[in-house]
């Protein structure tokens, strides 16, 4: 079985602050991990992926993510958020069975 | 189309009514997945379908909930005896393979039980 954990349901920042939200997972086969985006009245969208390889992963909109496997983490970051970026953010696992798991989400709200 | 359809995209019913919600992947994906999003919560996970069968069905809260898949194609998630707790986002996402390929995910179904 796997779960996913993101630490901050709410992240308030600034307009051109840096950001970074946070996702633990945890299972006992390989992973496979994803970040999508959900902007208001919209439906879900990837942002990134990490399939194998470079452990930096860049996505859509600037933003980046690095799977660390020893701390279990897929931390997503953006150097410079805009306004546009409000939205929420979804982690997720998937295992080659095929099964995905989601975290709860992390509303950003970035105030001008 | 080139995305995953929804359909109806809203629905209204009363308690106790059945609802059938139905979802048109892309086509040539093989993995289709129901997810639910209740107000203010996350994902969470109903059922998959690999091809017209469901591997993993763990995820249906109760026996009220089924779904099925044809022709390896359109599926259809049916709630019966809807209750008020069953009021949400009903989302369905197609990939194209298991495992390592991006959900595409359609607009979902906002459902209201009265």
């Known amino acids: 079985a796997q779960s996913v954990t993101q630490l901050d349901s709410q992240v308030p920042v600034f307009e051109e602050a840096p950001v970074e939200l946070r996702c633990n997972y945890s299972?006992?086969?390989?992973?496979?991990l994803f970040w999508y985006v959900q902007y208001p009245n919209q439906g879900l969208q990837l942002l990134l992926k990490?399939?194998?390889?470079?452990?930096l992963v860049k996505g859509i909109n600037g933003f980046e993510a690095e799977f660390n496997k020893s701390q279990t983490s897929f931390h997503l970051r953006k150097p410079s958020v805009h306004i546009s970026d409000t939205a929420e953010y979804f982690c997720?696992?998937?295992?080659?069975?095929?099964?995905?798991?989601f975290g709860d989400g992390t509303t950003l709200t970035v105030k001008p | 189309g080139a995305g995953v359809s929804q359909s109806p995209s809203n629905k209204v019913t009363e308690k106790g009514k059945d609802v059938e919600l139905r979802c048109d992947p892309i086509?040539?994906?093989?993995?289709l997945y129901w997810y639910r999003q209740s107000l203010g919560q996350g994902l969470e996970f109903l059922i998959y379908?690999?091809?017209?069968?469901?591997?993993?069905k763990s995820g249906l809260p109760s026996d009220r909930f089924s779904a099925e898949r044809t022709g390896g194609s359109v599926s259809t998630l049916t709630i019966q005896r809807t209750q008020q707790e069953d009021s949400a986002v009903y989302l369905c996402?197609?990939?194209?393979?298991?495992?390592?390929?991006?959900?595409?995910f359609g607009p979902g179904t906002r459902l209201l039980v009265l």
């Open positions: 379908f690999q091809g017209n069968s469901a591997p993993d």
């Open positions: 990490y399939l194998s390889g470079s452990t």
């Open positions: 086509s040539g994906h093989t993995a």
């Open positions: 997720a696992v998937s295992t080659n069975a095929g099964k995905s798991t």
């Open positions: 996402a197609s990939r194209s393979r298991q495992g390592v390929e991006t959900q595409y």
């Open positions: 299972s006992s086969v390989s992973v496979y």
